[in-house]
Each structure stands twice: as structure tokens, then as C-alpha cells.
């Protein structure tokens, strides 16, 4: 098996309990917690700061995926753990800056969680962890949305970043805001 197929094999698997993963992070976090020496880390780190930090992450990874999950249209992966669906390729709104906000926004919760373990390593951990499970992921939904929307898939990511966008400014969103969406 190629290494192509491989990916998209292991990323089809890792789709389907992504779930799963904030239970597995959360897991290998509690070694993490009760490793690490806090009296040392507060000479060094202003508590309030450090405090300031995780929640501002929390809440721009919280904004993100609410932002995402209220304006994404259906038809289009959510929820579902099956198998990768898209009636439409999303390319407006936060999709026109970067293709995999979701993730963006799952990262930068599970990273502030990881600081709030006061450990250096943990948040150097969960990143890498986070990156080889959610690369597989993303690689079998491009390889899905390449086969089925072909050309329009290759230009769009062609212009628009993975994971980082490399600008802020966004196109408007043609789906409205759906609050129940993001309750959902």
C-alpha cells in the first residue's frame, strides 16, 4: 500500500472516533498534572498572565467553532462519523481563509487546556499528537472533496492555507448564523 493510500485509509479511521480524541488528550493529561512542580513554574510566570493567556486561547478556539459550526451549510460533514459527506464545497466565509477551521478551533482549546497543566512538555506533547492525528484526518477529507469537486477543490487550495490562515479578512459567509446549528 502506498503511503498516499495509507494516509487516507488511516485518516478515513481516525475520522470516524475523532470524538474520541479530547478523551484520549485528556487521559494522557493527568500524568502531565501531577508530574510538574507548580511552586517553581509561578517564580517565573505571573499567575494572572499565564491565566489570561489560556482563556483568551479558549475563547478564540471556542469563537472559531462556533463561528464555523453556525454558518456551515448541511450536507457537509458535522457530526456524522460514517463516512466524508459534501453536497457543496464551502469556500465562503471562515472557509475562505483557511480549510480546516474546525480543527483550528479544536487545537486552540486543547492547547490552552495543555498550558493549564503547568507542564513545558505537555503542550509540546498534545501539539504533536494533535498534528498526526488531525493530519490523517485532513488528508482523507481533502483526498474526498479532491475526487468530488475536482478542479474547484485544487484552486480553492491552492489560494487558502490549511490549518494557519495567512489573513484575517474573510469573505461574508452566504449561510446565515444558525445559533441551533451550534447548539446542536
Known sequence: MSLEQSFEKQGNFLFKYRGQFPLILFLLAIPFIY?????????????????????ILFILGFIIRCYTIGTTPSGTSGRNTKSQIADTLNTNGIYSILRHPLYLGNYLIWLSIAIYTYSLFFPLFMSLLF????ERIMFAEEKFLQKKFGDKFI???????AFFPRKLSMSVST?????KSVLR
Open 35 to 55: 508530574l510538574v512542580d507548580v511552586s517553581n513554574l509561578f517564580l517565573i510566570v505571573n499567575k494572572i498572565y499565564y491565566y489570561i493567556i489560556i482563556l
Open 131 to 134: 498534528w498526526l492525528y488531525y
Open 155 to 161: 484552486n480553492w487550495s491552492n489560494l487558502v492555507p
Open 175 to 179: 449561510i446565515k448564523f444558525s445559533f
